[in-house]
C-alpha cells in the first residue's frame, strides 16, 4: 500500500515535472504565435492593400462561388468577391469596433468604479449592487436592447457591445477600487496633504487598472465575437461593406453548398479571440510574476 | 442551534453579528429577494430608457414602428394608456403599474399581446438551454477527469482543447455543424424544434464553448484540490485515484464553475438567439431577433423582462446548489 502511495507522489512529481517542461516551451510558442497573428492583423487593419491586391468590392458574375483555389484562396462569394480580400479589407472595421466597445466599456467601468469607491457610503452599496446584479447578465441581450433603440450602423454596434460588455469590467475596477483605496500608499499620500484629484490620478487609477490590462486584452476579442454576433443577426454594418459578422451572416444562406463563405470569416473571429486569450494570459502570468 | 446570542434582547446588537444562523440564514433569502426584486427593477427601468431613447416617435414605438400609420384614434388611445402627455416620472409609474398587473401590451410584429407570445415560446428554449447545460457540463467533467494531472501530453491537449473550445463563437460552431452533418452527411435535420434529433445540433453547438469555458475553471481549482492534504489521507487510506479524484477532489473542484452557474444560464440563454436563428428554432431568441428588427418594442421588452426573470430563478437555483454540493457547508447542517 505505502509502495503505490509512493508510486503515485512519485508518478504526480513526475507529471508535475513534466508538465512544467513541456509547458515552458509551449508558452512561449503560444504567445509568439498569438503576437504574430495580432501583428498580421494589425498591417491587414493599416494597410490591407499591401496583403491583398483584389478589390474587395468588385463583382464578377461568373467566378461566383468558386471554392477556394490558387486564384482565391479562400474562394469567392455568391458575387464573385474574393473573401480573402474581404477578410483583409474587413479587419480594420472588426477592430476598431472591438477596440471602440471596449474602451467604451472601460471608460464607463471607470466612471461606475471610482464613483462607488470614492464618493461616499450610498455610492458605495449602490454601485457595489449594481455591478452585483449586472455582472452575470447575458451580454448579447442587452446589447440586443440596445441595438434595438440606437438603430442599425457601426456607432450603434459599438455602443452595444461597450454598454453590454461594460458590467463585467466594472465589478474589477469597483473591487479594485476598493482595495487600492485604503492601501497604504494612498493614505501616506492623504497624510502628505495631497488633493483627491491627485490621488486618484497618482495612486488609485494606476494601481486599480493593472488587472484590467488583462481583462481588456482578452476583452478586445470578446467585443470582436459580440459585435459579430450582432452583425450576423444583421444589427451592424450594412452589407456590402466587408465585415466579418456580416461576411458570416450573408454565407448563411449558402451554407449547404459553399462552406468557404462562412467557414473563413469565421476562423478570422476565432484566431483573433484564441489570440488576444493566449496573449493576455501570457501578460498575467508576467504581471503576477512580478508581483510575486 | 446550542449556542446562545450573548445579547438576546438587546436590539442594538447587530443582526449580522449575532451567531443564530437561523437569523442569519433568514437575512440571506430577504437578501437575496430583494436583490432578485432590484434585478427585475432594473430591467424594467433600462427598458423603459432604452424604449425613449429610441429614434423617432413614441407612439409609433408602440403601435407598429417607422412603417405603422395609425389612426388619430389608436393614437390618441395610446397617448391616454401610456400617459405619454404627462411627465416622465407618471409614464415611469404607469409602466411599472402595467407590469405588475401582467400587462406587457400588444406585439405588433406579430398581432398577439406579449404575454401569449411569450407563453408559446418560453418553453423551446428552457429546453434548449437545459440540454445544453447538460451536456457542457459532461464535456467538461470529461476533460477535466480524464486529462488533469495525467500523462503531460494527455493534460497539455485537454486543456488545448478546452482553450480553443471557449473561443469557438457559437454562430460559427453552428454554421459549420450545420454544414457538417445537416447538409453533406444529412444525418440530423438541419432545423425545426418539433424533435429530438433537431436539438442535437443546437446543443452541441450552444455547449461545446461553454463546455470549454466550465472545463478551464474546473481545471483550476482542481489542480489546486489535487494538492491540498486530505488527497494524501484518502491515498494513505488506500483509495484508488479514481476514487480520489471523483469522490473528494472533485466536490471541491465543482465549486468555481457551480458559482458560475447563474452566469451560464444567462451566457446559455443570451446565445440561443443566435443559435436559434442559424436552426430556425422556436423560442423567445430567435423573437427577440425578429422583435429588434422590426422595432416592434412592446416585444423587445416583454422578452428582456422574461430573460430576467429566467436569470433571477436561475440564481436561486445556483445558491441551493452550491449548498447543496460545498463539502464544509455539508457538514455544518
Not at chain 1, 444589427?235 to 461593406?241: D, M, S, T
Not at chain 2, 445537416?182 to 434529433?197: E, K, Q
Request: with cysteine; hydrophobic share 55%.
Amino acid at each position: 500500500m505505502s509502495a503505490g502511495l509512493l508510486d503515485a507522489a512519485a508518478g504526480s512529481a513526475a507529471a508535475e515535472a513534466g508538465q512544467a517542461g513541456s509547458r515552458r516551451p509551449a508558452l512561449r510558442v503560444a504567445p509568439a504565435l498569438a503576437g504574430l497573428f495580432l501583428l498580421f492583423l494589425l498591417l491587414a487593419a493599416i494597410a490591407p492593400d499591401l496583403l491583398s491586391h483584389t478589390d474587395p468590392l468588385a463583382i464578377v458574375p461568373r467566378d461566383a462561388f468558386r471554392p477556394p483555389g490558387w486564384a482565391h484562396p479562400f474562394g469567392t462569394d455568391q458575387s464573385g468577391r474574393d473573401i480573402f480580400a474581404r477578410i483583409v479589407h474587413g479587419t480594420r472595421q472588426s477592430l476598431l469596433v472591438g477596440l471602440g466597445a471596449t474602451g467604451l466599456a472601460m471608460a464607463a467601468a471607470i466612471g461606475l468604479g471610482l464613483l462607488g469607491g470614492l464618493c461616499g457610503r450610498v455610492a458605495e452599496r449602490a454601485v457595489g449592487w449594481l455591478v452585483q446584479v449586472m455582472f452575470s447578465f447575458p451580454v448579447l441581450i442587452l446589447a440586443l436592447l440596445f441595438a434595438a433603440s440606437f438603430g442599425n450602423g457601426i456607432v450603434p454596434l459599438v455602443a452595444a457591445t461597450g454598454i453590454g460588455s461594460a458590467p463585467g469590467y466594472a465589478r474589477m475596477v469597483f473591487g479594485q477600487v476598493l482595495s487600492v483605496r485604503d492601501a497604504g500608499y494612498v493614505e501616506a499620500a492623504r497624510a502628505l496633504g495631497h488633493g483627491p484629484l491627485r490621488i486618484v490620478r497618482a495612486h488609485v487609477l494606476p494601481n486599480a487598472m493593472r488587472p484590467l490590462v488583462v481583462t481588456a486584452t482578452m476583452g478586445v476579442g470578446h467585443a470582436i465575437m459580440w459585435a459579430s454576433a450582432l452583425s450576423f443577426l444583421g444589427l451592424g454594418a450594412p452589407p456590402p461593406r466587408p465585415e466579418w459578422g456580416t461576411m458570416l451572416s450573408m454565407g448563411r444562406s449558402f451554407v449547404a453548398n459553399a462552406w468557404w463563405l462562412t467557414f473563413f470569416p469565421g476562423l478570422a473571429i476565432v484566431l483573433t479571440m484564441l489570440s488576444t486569450t493566449v496573449l493576455g494570459r501570457a501578460l498575467q502570468r508576467r504581471l503576477e510574476g512580478r508581483t510575486a | 442551534m446550542s449556542d446562545t446570542s450573548p445579547f438576546p434582547t438587546a436590539p442594538a446588537a447587530p443582526p449580522a453579528a449575532s451567531p443564530d444562523r437561523l437569523h442569519v440564514l433568514a437575512r440571506r433569502i430577504l437578501s437575496r429577494c430583494l436583490g432578485s426584486v432590484g434585478v427585475l427593477l432594473a430591467a424594467a427601468t433600462v427598458s423603459f430608457l432604452a424604449m425613449h431613447m429610441m429614434p423617432g416617435d413614441i407612439v409609433s414605438a408602440i403601435l407598429g414602428g417607422p412603417a405603422a400609420d395609425p389612426t388619430p384614434q389608436t393614437v390618441a388611445a395610446a397617448v391616454r394608456e401610456y400617459g405619454l402627455d404627462r411627465p416622465l416620472p407618471v409614464q415611469y409609474g404607469l409602466y411599472l403599474d402595467r407590469l405588475l398587473h401582467g400587462n406587457l401590451g400588444t406585439s405588433f410584429s406579430q398581432h398577439l399581446p406579449v404575454i401569449a407570445v411569450l407563453r408559446a415560446e418560453l418553453l423551446p428554449t428552457l429546453e434548449l438551454a437545459a440540454s445544453a447545460l447538460v451536456l457542457a457540463w459532461l464535456l467538461a467533467l470529461a476533460s477535466v477527469l480524464g486529462t488533469v494531472r495525467r500523462r503531460s501530453w494527455l493534460s497539455a491537449l485537454g486543456s488545448g482543447l478546452e482553450t480553443v473550445g471557449a473561443a469557438l463563437p457559437q454562430f460559427w460552431l453552428g454554421l459549420l455543424l450545420l454544414w457538417l452533418f445537416a447538409f453533406t452527411i444529412h444525418l440530423l435535420p438541419p432545423a425545426g424544434s418539433d424533435s429530438v434529433a433537431a436539438l442535437v445540433l443546437p446543443t452541441v453547438a450552444l455547449a461545446v464553448p461553454l463546455g470549454g469555458f466550465l472545463a478551464q475553471v474546473t481545471r483550476e481549482a482542481f489542480e489546486i484540490a489535487l494538492d491540498q492534504p486530505f488527497v494524501l489521507t484518502a491515498r494513505a487510506r488506500g483509495l484508488g485515484d479514481w476514487s480520489v479524484r471523483t469522490r473528494h477532489v472533485l466536490r471541491h473542484a465543482l465549486l468555481p464553475g457551480i458559482s458560475l452557474s447563474n452566469w451560464a444560464v444567462g451566457a446559455l440563454i443570451g446565445n440561443a438567439v443566435v443559435i436559434e436563428t442559424i436552426f430556425s428554432r422556436k423560442g423567445i431568441g430567435r423573437q427577440l431577433v425578429l422583435g429588434v428588427s422590426s422595432q416592434d418594442m412592446p416585444l423587445t421588452i416583454g422578452i428582456v423582462l422574461l430573460v430576467s426573470l429566467t436569470y433571477v430563478v436561475a440564481g436561486f437555483l445556483t445558491d441551493a446548489l452550491y449548498v447543496l454540493v460545498d463539502p464544509r457547508l455539508g457538514a455544518r447542517r
